[in-house]
């Protein structure tokens, strides 16, 4: 199968689709569509690809990217292939899916596919705090803070290379009467000064309660980071990544193989936060996504 580089490629012959085409302006048809319909920013979406055959010359496989992220289609039992992606939070309103579908004969059929997008409701949280928790950080802080992303960085890059490891439905690493204090998307405005958007779920919980793994994966990354305290991140494989930060301890380290439910840390007020919580994050590649989307989303066994 061709590599992410060869697909680029094949990609720089493609033709020009809208999400609601059925067809190619050509002689190959590719059916296509995506669950939702026009997603939201910064939100995961399900691309199926349901090429049809031209005279025995059946599609054997579908390489393709979307916001700068391989997407990592599989065969579906139903017929075609199916792949997640994500969508920026800073979408325009049409992002564009690029595709390589290579057939039995080795000829590969390239498009782009432009996918709506819908624009993420502002809502602004307003918050009085102390100072010290809308300082600037030092130098000294500044370099930890980038060597901190670096570190996320390459988890998020990692989940490209691992095939996907979950197979039940994704769960709330809390239950589900813990109350969402502060939803995905939202900006802050921390004593007077607007901030960026929350990228993701805070969930309330006493110091000590704890935290479930939302789905089979390996442990990437553990750490105590200048703001996310203690974390944990656990990959899931095909590009997507969960983490839990804040906590007041980790009960996993790097290499552990997690169970959906698994408990992998407790509850804190690690790192730049004011009070214990748990803040629940998750990526597809690098491109922060709504954690609640895994829980609607997939919330059934993939076909």
Known sequence: MPGLPQVLTYLALSLTFTAR?????????VPFASQPPTPRQGSLVTLVVTPASQDGDSVVAVLGELAGEP??????????????GGVPLDAPNTIVVRLALERVTGVVDSAELRLRVARRRAVVERIATAPRFVD????????????????????ARGAHAIPR?????????????????????????????????????????????????ANRGVVELVGD?????????????????????????AAVAVGDTVERGEIIGRVGATGR????????G??????????????????????
């Open 225 to 249: 980071f200048y703001y996310g305290g203690i974390s944990v991140y656990v990959c899931h494989g095909a590009g997507l990544v969960t983490a839990y930060h804040h906590l007041s301890r």
């Open 21 to 29: 085409a059925v067809a190619q302006q050509g002689p190959r048809p």
């Open 273 to 280: 936060v004011t009070g214990p919580h748990l803040h629940w």
């Open 71 to 84: 997407l990592h289609f599989e065969r579906r039992p139903a017929g075609g292939f199916r792949a997640l």
């Open 136 to 155: 600037a950080p030092d130098s000294t802080s500044m370099a930890r803070i980038m060597e901190e992303r670096e570190l996320a960085r390459a988890v």
């Open 165 to 213: 490891l979950w197979v039940e439905p994704f769960v709330r690493p809390r239950p589900r009467a813990s109350r969402v204090t502060s939803p995905f998307g939202i900006q802050r405005e921390v004593n007077g000064v607007l901030g960026g958007k929350h990228q993701g779920v805070d969930v309330a919980g006493a110091t000590g309660a704890p935290v479930r793994a």
């Open 282 to 303: 998750a990526q597809y590649g690098r491109l922060s996504v709504d954690p609640a989307d895994l829980l609607t989303l997939l919330a059934a066994r993939p076909d």
